[in-house]
């Protein structure tokens, strides 16, 4: 529907561009940037460009073209205060008027091309209804200009370009449900309370500053962006702290209905999720998934009767990397500062924001006064206590040090910068992050060691389920230690390893032992746990409460200070994209309309994205126990499912926790190929109330992997048949002749 909308729009504003003598490509490749693959037009060469009698001269370039013209249309139609149902509306003009003015200045022919070309001006972000409602027409509606008063992209005085990150830069080569939220294990989080909490964040840094990365920083944190200038007087409805999943979805959303919003990013927008979490890890394990089928799964592919040299196979991890660094800056346009400035009707700070008293907040010199506030400044990777850990990952992510003798001792935050492949990675950390990429590693061909202390992995999940991933991390050729005692010390060796990486020792004591163990590696990745993001932003003047784990906030998100709220990371035990939301959704309604929406309310699947996958929702058996409610349980496993058995990944189960009284689902968890993709339609049922016996009545398409929780249901119905039910049946049957 999207596109055939463009393309209706296109060829509209074509014709009337036509009509009007005016050459195609002015409009057409700033307005539509997708048009000419839609319509087959190639822009032409530099031409002379005439408006209403000026001669505007040479122009090479289509946003001074519609500058021009928005300027010429800006100087003609009238723009003064104005008055609607006792409310004014400053310095604004109305569609109508401005439709009249076309037609009389010759720039349309008809008032259907003049609303076009309005729409043309408006879908360049040069202005909008003054409410967000309405789309250009020719109706008494109020319109004003934008002039950057959201922020926007400076212009370079010389060029008359918008200025990039690249062109700060040298070339660079191209190698270069209400009461069924669960609890959760601290696991491999043992001694992260010895970090001082005031202690500043892991600082990442993005490189290498090839096309992709400068693409995506010109989207997510642009260079010499000019904020909005705030007055002594404006106050926000809401400003936002945070740009990440949840600042940006409460943002907009706020926006969306009309509230006056202003938005705050010290660091990228995006947050995690989009630069250093989801999108990037998840591009990554697809390449890993290929490089797993041709060279390690050699066997299940023989079985199939495909035949393939493994050696033949070579993984080339610079390229692996790049596409990962690829796909990141095509997806990074959603989050840019231009779409939600002038798109959402969001207002953009690159700064870093403070609060100066209950009501406001000072951001690179400007106070923004606000009625709400919500802070969503996420989380951050934190370094666990070990001598000479801190010091080497300072090293690699110094701005001084030799690019070549940096030592790799990541974090998730600077995971993503690597173009060298190490021989031997060490990853401390048995949770979902530390998981999911030394899987991803081993199967590219790194040899990958997990460490832990609590002997166990995904410690969220129930033990045999986390156990089956396990197994198939063994199968990789993952190695496994988790029962760290102690975390010794690292340092380097002095050699470099063959991947060119400086070769690093690391020694630790596992429990059961006396004597040290030393591990040699060329790369580490610390994956023990995040903090919130709580410091830094004078939350005591605001009288905000938080602790080392997050903001104080009662079931409304609401913190100490009535009218700020938290949203994310900062302060849930929720750390995924989907919580934050969610909890942005409730926010919104909770702030600006006196909403009653409850965090404990939300209903929130969460999934690992290992081989196979993992994902549940609801409560484990150790929450119900510990709740004292009885149920039982139910398995159906993938060995059974005919659709499993031709693809040939029959691993893994699903497993139901039933109340025992009623057909009521308390949670669920499956181990399995698509796991995430399932959990969804239990997540469903257990929203809407539908029982497990219930779903056996909905009828799945055959031959499918989601029969299974249709054949659960049926597993559920036949243990509900008792003796005395049986019987009554058997005479019911008895009973035709």
């Known amino acids: 529907m999207a596109g055939n909308k463009s393309r209706g729009m296109a060829r509209k504003t074509r014709r009337c561009l036509r009509k009007a003598k005016r050459p195609i490509k002015d409009c057409m490749s700033s307005v539509f940037p997708f048009a000419y693959c839609h319509i087959g037009v190639l822009p032409p060469p530099s031409h002379l460009f005439h408006y209403k009698g000026h001669n505007l001269g040479k122009m090479t370039d289509s946003d001074q073209d519609l500058g021009a013209l928005a300027a010429a249309f800006k100087a003609n139609v009238e723009i003064r205060d104005r008055k609607y149902h006792l409310k004014t509306y400053q310095q604004c003009f109305v569609g109508c008027e401005a439709v009249d003015y076309l037609l009389t200045s010759g720039a349309a022919s008809n008032r259907e091309d003049a609303v076009e070309l309005g729409k043309a001006m408006a879908a360049m972000h040069l202005f909008e209804h003054v409410t967000r409602d309405h789309e250009f027409a020719d109706e008494y509606l109020f319109f004003r200009f934008l002039d950057g008063d959201r922020g926007s ?139 797993h089928g041709l060279t390690k799964d050699v066997a299940r592919m023989e079985e199939a009767g495909i035949f393939v040299d493994p050696s033949s196979v070579k993984v080339n991890f610079e390229k692996v990397m790049e596409r990962v660094r690829k796909i990141r800056s095509e997806i990074s346009h959603h989050d840019s500062a231009t779409r939600y400035s002038k798109a959402l009707g969001v207002e953009v700070f690159i700064g870093h924001g403070k609060f100066t008293s209950p009501r406001s907040v000072e951001v690179n010199g400007q106070t923004l006064n606000f009625k709400k506030a919500v802070i969503a400044t996420g989380g951050y990777p934190t370094l666990i206590p070990m001598e000479g850990l801190k010091e080497l990952h300072d090293r690699m992510t110094s701005c001084s040090a030799d690019a070549g003798a940096r030592p790799l001792v990541m974090t998730n935050e600077t995971f993503f910068n690597m173009t060298q492949q190490p021989k031997h ?36 999940e129930e033990p045999d389920m986390a156990a089956v991933v396990k197994e198939q991390m063994i199968s990789d050729g993952v190695e496994f230690r988790l ?255």
């Open 153 to 291: 992209l400076k212009i370079d005085e010389v060029t008359g370009k918008k200025i990039e990150w690249s062109h700060f830069l040298a070339p660079v080569g191209e190698n270069g449900a209400k009461g069924m939220q669960p609890s959760f294990s601290d696991g491999d989080l043992v001694g992260l309370a010895d970090i001082d909490p005031k202690d500043t964040r892991v600082i990442s840094k993005v490189w290498p500053m090839d096309k992709y990365n400068t693409t995506l920083l010109d989207h997510v944190h642009p260079p010499d962006w000019q904020d909005p200038d705030v007055g002594p007087k404006d106050v926000y409805d809401m400003v936002v702290i945070g740009a990440g999943a949840g600042g940006l979805i409460t943002a907009s959303g706020a926006a969306g209905v009309g509230a006056k919003v202003a938005m705050i990013e010290a660091h990228m927008l995006g947050g995690d999720c989009l630069n250093v979490g989801c999108v990037p890890s998840k591009a990554f394990i697809h390449s890993a998934t290929l490089a």
């Open 425 to 460: 990675l060490v990853v401390i950390g048995a949770g979902v992050i530390g998981m999911e990429l030394s899987q991803a590693m081993q199967r590219l061909g790194t040899q990958t060691t997990v460490l832990g202390r609590s002997g166990r992995v995904l410690p969220k």
């Open 483 to 737: 029962s760290i005692k102690e975390y010794v010390k690292i340092e380097l060796t002095g050699k470099m390893s063959e991947s060119g990486n400086p070769e690093m020792a690391m020694t630790l004591i596992e429990k059961d032992s006396s004597e040290p163990v030393t591990l040699i590696c060329d790369a580490v990745l610390v994956a023990a746990g995040r903090l919130a993001n709580v410091t830094g932003m004078d939350l005591e003047k605001a009288n905000v409460k938080y602790t080392p784990e997050g903001l104080v906030v009662n079931d409304k998100l609401q913190t100490t200070n009535c009218r700020v709220f938290g949203v994310g990371d900062v302060c849930s035990k929720f750390k995924f994209t989907h919580a934050a939301d969610f909890m942005a959704r409730a926010v919104v309604r909770n702030s600006l309309f006196f909403g009653k929406e409850k965090m404990s309310n939300l209903l929130i699947p969460y999934a690992t994205f290992t081989a196979p996958e993992i994902a549940s929702v609801g409560l484990y058996s150790k929450d119900l126990e510990a709740k004292g409610i009885e149920y039982t349980v139910i398995e159906k496993h993938f060995k059974d499912n005919d659709r499993s058995i031709c693809d040939d990944t029959t691993q893994g189960f699903v497993r139901f926790r039933i109340d025992a009284k009623k057909d009521k689902i308390l949670g669920a968890s499956i181990v399995g190929e698509g796991a995430a993709n399932m959990i969804s339609e239990i997540t469903l049922a257990m929203q809407s109330g539908t029982g497990l016996g219930s779903l056996a009545t909905v009828i799945h398409p055959y031959p499918t992997t989601a029969e299974v929780l249709r054949q659960s249901g049926d597993v559920y119905n036949k243990r509900r048949l008792t003796t005395s039910v049986k019987i009554l049946l058997r005479s019911l049957v008895a009973l035709h002749k």
